[in-house]
């Protein structure tokens, strides 16, 4: 009994793996010595983290005046950051939830990463927000709870406080989702440690056994939290836009901005996955897990979603041009012509031009000019926000109130500190979990592993070739 | 975990196709299964165990929807009864304000509601740690239990060499 195969599938596991020999292989870099490159990684990541916490600690002793931030632009490096590590965050969301529902196969190789780097991600966007009030230790104010000022409640209408519900949701269900898909893999680790490791991972796993009933509720538990989450990583971006669509900004006031920074978010985000998946399939050697043909699938998802971003970027032009509204029309001139045409020149070319080079289908399949590309977006995603919120902000309806932004060593710090967090995390993780889903990996060996669908391939054969003979 | 101890006779299969058809023999033998430990979700293992669907999505529906009237009701609630506010020339109760938070409490509430009760309806959580037949179960071996004084020891042996398991072992947990 085979399970169905088509035989032209490329397959998603190579070098003829057993069970056994995905266990070996994905739980073995959490079981060896750390390798001189994690060592030298870690340590460049939590000294950058250490220069973030220390800028952090300066805007947070010294305020918001160690910001450059001026009268009329209130929004500086502190959101443009923040909407860019949430978008950044989408993908792993996108991979683990929305591909689930599709039945891609291809996710297994790298939802567990994706969904790690969507949690770290988010870890750093919320800073960004958290301090940017000033008074980062009232930051409970933006909480509903019951006060003795009335109680005053928040503005329910208001979306900065949508956005707050929105980021908080996100990150709890993100979390909850990527748990309940590492208890079965901390199980396997727990069962092949021995002494403290043994202890650990017996607290982390949960007691779990692998009972039929568990699996069959485990399954059940990651479709419904895959639907949930669909809806959800579309609504927190879409929610994100609504921080600048509801306003009545010049070029932020538009109803395209829901899907273009959703495809936005899911463009950089992909692109953040390849960057950490080149490089953590080369230093734990998982290149049988982690394929070319996964790396494929993502340059393709990369090249429609930039296409879509660069549809929205000419559609916003062509409706400031449309709308026969001056001040519209001035703001997107002001962009492209204006003091940051630089930011709209490096976002245009990094976004919609690069991308399409991934029509070419050796270019998708190259290792280096996809590690490249991903660079490249992941600038270019910068740039977007650095365009829509400094360039709109500098060039107010009043001449007379015009400026430039530049940021200080402060904001440059915290937004290299996130770096360093980010990585700093990601980096304990590839230490303390299998970075490719184990149990999953095995579900899909009967259908994707190379052996199989070669032999798949040569029954088809054979069988064909029988009902040539027939004739 | 587990208040009283029980002995359990056990057979480890390598493939999850062995244990598909060892399990219909079972069924076959009227055999008593105790549980089955798999590495991975096996597909089908819920059909020939005739295994109930799970009703975990109907908890997500009640908690999802308790999450609905939570936050539209303490929305309407504030914003109407307890401090009425003008917000940009809108009505009192903006219903069209209030979808981002109702949604995303909805979404919440489910996902917490739904992952609380996997873990307690599952007896796993946070210390919790289980009696554990063999260490590779979680690797690559397909396990079948019975409990030793439920069944006769030789059927059991007669079975499990029937239907090709690697081992067999006895274990007391």
Redesign the interface.
């Known amino acids: 009994m085979h399970a169905p195969v088509a035989p032209v599938r490329e397959p998603l596991i190579e070098g003829h793996k057993s069970y056994h020999n995905i266990t070996e292989d994905l739980c073995s870099p959490t079981e060896k010595a750390p390798s001189l490159a994690w060592i030298i990684a870690f340590v460049v990541s939590v000294a950058t983290m250490t220069f973030g916490l220390f800028s952090l600690a300066w805007t947070i002793w010294f305020g918001i005046g160690s910001w450059n931030l001026n009268r009329t632009i209130g929004w500086g490096y502190d959101i443009t950051n923040f909407v860019w590590w949430i978008g950044i965050g989408h993908a792993g969301t996108l991979i683990s939830a929305i591909l689930l529902l599709f039945r891609q196969k291809w996710r297994t190789g790298v939802n567990r990463a994706a969904e790690a780097m969507t949690i770290f991600a988010v870890v750093c966007a919320g800073m960004f927000p958290a301090t940017h009030t000033g008074r980062p230790w009232f930051d409970f104010f933006m909480f509903p709870y019951p006060n003795t000022r009335g109680p005053l409640w928040v503005n329910f209408n208001s979306p900065l406080l949508w956005d707050l519900f929105a980021i908080s949701t996100y990150f709890t269900v993100s979390l909850l989702f990527w748990y309940t898909g590492l208890v079965p893999d901390f199980a396997t680790v727990r069962d092949r440690a021995v002494g403290f490791r043994k202890k650990m991972y017996n607290v982390l796993s949960f007691g779990w056994t692998g009972s039929a009933k568990h699996w069959q509720r485990w399954e059940s538990l990651s479709l419904v939290l895959a639907g949930l989450a669909t809806p959800l990583v579309l609504s927190v971006h879409t929610i994100v836009s609504f921080d600048f669509a509801t306003s009545v900004i010049p070029g932020w006031h538009t109803t395209i901005f829901p899907p273009y920074f959703v495809a936005g978010a899911i463009f950089s985000g992909f692109a953040m996955v390849q960057t950490l998946m080149i490089i953590t399939r080369k230093i734990l050697n998982l290149q049988q897990y982690i394929t070319i043909n996964h790396i494929e699938s993502m340059n393709k998802v990369i090249l429609l979603t930039g296409t879509i971003v660069g549809v929205a970027y000419l559609t916003e032009l062509f409706i400031a041009w449309y709308s026969g509204y001056l001040y519209e029309q001035f703001a997107f001139f002001n962009r492209a012509m204006g003091i940051y045409w630089w930011s709209y020149f490096g976002m245009m070319a990094c976004n919609v031009l690069s991308p399409q080079i991934f029509w070419v289908k050796k270019y998708r399949r190259s290792i280096y000019i996809t590690f490249l590309m991903s660079i490249f977006v992941n600038i270019g995603m910068w740039f977007e926000r650095f365009v829509i919120i400094a360039t709109t902000l500098a060039r107010d309806y009043l001449p007379s109130s015009w400026s430039y932004y530049t940021p200080t060593w402060v904001e440059i710090g915290i937004y290299v500190g996130t770096l360093g967090i980010f990585f700093t995390l990601y980096l304990l993780f590839t230490r303390l979990a299998p970075v490719v889903a184990v149990a999953e990996v095995k579900h899909i060996l009967k259908t994707a592993g190379d052996q199989y669908i070669k032999q798949r391939a040569t029954d088809n054969h054979a069988s064909e070739v029988v009902k040539e003979s027939n004739h | 975990?587990s208040q009283h101890t029980k002995e359990v006779f056990y057979g480890l299969y390598n493939d999850e196709?062995d244990l598909l058809h060892a399990i219909e023999e079972a069924n076959a033998q009227h055999l008593e299964i105790m549980?089955?430990?798999?590495?991975?979700?096996?597909h089908g293992?819920?059909k020939v165990?005739h295994?109930e669907?799970?009703r975990?999505?109907i908890a997500?529906f009640v908690f999802?929807a308790l999450g609905t009237m939570t936050a539209f009701g303490?929305?309407t609630w504030?914003?109407t009864r307890?401090?009425p506010?003008i917000?940009?020339g809108?009505p009192y109760w903006?219903v069209p304000?209030?979808i981002?938070?109702t949604?995303?409490?909805t979404?919440?509430f489910?996902?917490?509601g739904?992952?609380v009760s996997?873990?307690t309806?599952?007896?796993?959580?946070?210390?919790?740690?289980?009696?554990?037949l063999d260490?590779?179960?979680?690797?690559?071996k397909f396990?079948i239990a019975f409990e030793t004084d439920k069944a006769d020891l030789d059927a059991l042996k007669a079975f499990f060499s029937k239907t090709g398991a690697g081992e067999v072992h006895t274990k007391t947990i």
């Open positions: 975990m196709e549980d089955v430990y798999t590495p991975f979700p096996v293992l819920d165990m295994l669907e799970s975990l999505h997500g999802g303490f929305m504030v914003f307890d401090w506010i917000f940009g809108k903006s304000a209030f981002p938070i949604f995303e409490l979404v919440l489910a996902a917490i739904m992952v996997f873990y309806v599952c007896g796993l959580g946070p210390g919790v740690s289980n009696p554990i260490e590779r179960i979680t690797d690559d396990c």
